[in-house]
């Protein structure tokens, strides 16, 4: 199951009460702990990361990150998310105004069934796209006779990544609408407005920062994906093979340092995630 | 049409966007998942059962299912150190503190696994300082422990936090007037509280550990019977082609984190109950 993060957390200022407030030794033992756990688990990984890759120089940073099999992995996974990440946006808004606008049977199913790449290992997920598009698959033998390959190329990394991305927009959307209510957007109708300008006046301003901010998650997730991508891409270089990829080749290489530098990329990519994150979050509760 | 629209509701849209919604479902995920379901291989009942009761394939759930529970359950103690210091206390650099709480989930996992094999493999960070008290990390269950823990640790603080952030401060101070003491008011006022959070931040962070492929592989060391993970073991089962074992696997893998998670919703149900 990968996750989503809430949209509302930290910085709440609780009201300073005397029964609340711990003595000033404990408290400044808890941060210490806290701190210490933070260090260990996720500020170490991530300075070894950027540590390793510039281990042996500047020079040899950026010989891995120009080499043309670098690039075209990077091209590959930028290209990816290129398509990914608009689908799954307008499948989430569609999805989100369905389910929030309207009251149906089912409402709850379609929830849930939204939810589920996310309750699936990522390795599933690319499993069964080879069970319905790989060779010996349900459309194998149809798609062979027509020259068309699906697994092992391009078709088949973007579907794996379409699914382990598929719930992140929908999932971002469909609490903060249901709390918006319809009441505006029934108005609107009053005064004479028409469908999709309505959803443009009215409800895209309130559901902006929580819609970039899906948005944004969905990218990471499309750029970062690695063991759906991994069943289906084949491990082509130049071809089929996307930045993760590209870092998982070289470390089995043992070319360490320009493992890392791919991946301090990557690192690049989550921190400028975590940024935006903060920047809508802030921008959301004004 | 219109009396449907009527009874709807006087918005528009509803058609399209369900329509175009059930219909990107099915494509993307309800149609490649029923190949699961549907046996698309050919496996029989009793081939399906020699997989699934393979040494070697019970030794990988045996794996998963032990390091992601280890995993979940010192995520859910550390976690809640972590949500507790950012609720109550104020100090510096905590906007920082809190940001970075959410790496795990925006770093690709790829990127997790090599750099934790970096630091605790024998020639690494950590793993240079306990190799001499002859404690390994990397390439055992340990390091496939660690590894979840990484991706685990956000799940627990984000549930635990806003229910922390909303608790009621006058049970509290009440607990306090009686004059409890600051540990025991945590002990039977706050803990209570905290939880069914605690339970679902560990139930995320264990099926999710379940599942978890790309943080493990490079420390795991994948060695049959020891440290091979259930999904690398349906990796390695399609490397070979071998489309059916790959499905068995799949299918038992899911069935029995399905039932794991029932009972830890069932047990969460529970817990609410007595609370009140």
Redesign the interface.
């Known amino acids: ?6 949209m ?5 200022t ?2 300073r ?4 407030k ?2 000033s030794v ?2 400044w033992v ?2 210490t ?3 210490l ?2 260090l260990w ?6 300075a ?2 950027l540590t ?1 890759a510039l281990k042996r120089g500047w020079g040899v940073y950026v010989a891995a990150i120009r080499d043309p099999d670098a690039l075209s992995a990077l091209r590959l996974t930028l290209l990816v998310a290129a398509i990914t990440v608009p689908l799954n946006t ?2 989430g808004v ?2 989100a ?3 929030t ?4 049977r089912g409402r709850q199913i ?1 929830v849930t ?2 939810d ?2 996310f ?6 997920g690319g ?6 598009y ?1 060779s ?3 459309f194998g033998p149809w798609l062979d006779e027509r020259n068309i390959s699906i697994i092992f190329a391009f078709p088949g990394i973007l ?1 794996a990544t ?2 382990v991305t ?1 719930p992140f927009v929908a999932r971002e959307l469909i609490p903060l609408m249901e709390d918006q209510g ?1 009441q505006e ?2 108005a609107a ?2 005064l004479g407005a ?2 999709f300008r ?2 443009w006046k009215v409800t895209l301003p309130n559901i902006k920062w929580g819609l970039l901010y899906g948005i944004v ?1 969905c990218n ?1 997730r499309a ?5 759906a991508v ?2 289906v891409s084949g491990h082509i270089r130049g071809e089929t093979n996307t ?3 590209h ?2 080749i070289l ?1 089995n290489e043992y070319q ?1 340092s320009a ?2 530098a791919v ?1 301090s990329l ?2 690049l ?3 400028v ?3 935006l ?2 920047w809508f979050t802030r921008k959301s509760r004004h | 049409m219109h009396s449907s629209t009527t009874k ?7 058609g ?3 329509g ?3 219909l ?2 099915s494509l ?6 029923s ?2 379901l549907l046996n ?2 050919g496996l029989t009942w009793e081939k399906f059962w020699d997989i699934a009761t393979d040494p070697r394939v019970l030794a990988s759930y045996k794996v998963s299912f032990l390091t992601a529970a280890a995993a979940g359950l010192i995520d859910a103690v ?1 976690g809640l ?2 949500a ?6 104020e ?1 510096p650099g ?2 920082i ?16 696994g ?3 094999t ?2 605790y493999s024998a020639n ?3 793993g240079s300082l306990l190799e001499p008290l002859g404690l390994r990390i990397a390439f055992t269950p340990i390091g496939i422990t660690l590894a979840l ?2 991706i685990g ?3 627990v603080v ?1 549930t635990v ?2 229910v922390l ?1 909303d608790l009621d ?1 006058e049970v ?2 009440a ?3 009686l004059g409890a003491s ?1 540990l025991r008011t945590f002990r039977s006022v706050v803990l209570p509280e905290l939880l069914p959070p605690l339970l679902t931040g560990f139930a ?1 962070a264990f ?2 550990g ?5 943080s493990v592989v ?1 420390i795991s060391g994948n060695m049959p019977m020891k440290t091979e993970i ?3 073991l ?2 390695s089962k ?1 490397e070979q ?1 071998d ?1 059916a074992g ?2 068995a696997v ?1 299918l038992m ?2 069935l029995i ?1 399905f039932v794991l ?1 029932l009972l830890i919703n069932s047990l969460q149900r529970r817990i609410r109950k007595t609370a009140r």
């Open positions: 199951m990968a996750g989503t993060v809430p509302a957390t930290g910085q709440s609780t009201p009460r005397s029964a609340r711990d003595s404990i408290k808890l941060v702990a806290a701190g756990v933070l688990l996720i500020v170490l990984p991530l070894v990361v390793e307008v499948f569609a999805a105004w369905a389910i606008k309207f009251k149906f379609l069934l939204i589920l790449p309750a699936v290992s990522p390795v599933i499993l069964i796209y080879v069970l319905v790989g010996n698959g349900w579907l379409i699914f598929f319809q957007e029934e109708v009053m028409r469908g309505i959803f998650l990471a750029m970062g994906e690695f063991g991994s069943v930045l993760p990829l870092v998982e470390y360490f493992s890392f991946a990557l690192l990519l989550a921190l995630t975590l940024l994150k903060g | 709807r509701g006087v918005l528009p849209g509803f399209l966007t369900m175009y919604s059930v990107y479902l993307v995920v309800l149609i490649p998942l190949a699961l698309s291989t550390l150190l972590l507790w210091v950012l609720v109550r206390y100090f905590k906007g503190f809190d940001a970075m709480i959410d790496l795990p989930f925006a770093l690709p996992t790829a990127v997790a090599v750099s934790l970096a630091i690494g960070w950590i823990m990484f640790i956000p799940f984000r936090q806003p952030q401060a509290e101070e607990a306090a007037t600051r995320l099926a999710r379940i599942g978890e492929y790309g490079f259930a999904p690398l349906i990796m399609l082609f489309y790959a499905t799949a893998l899911l984190s998670l």
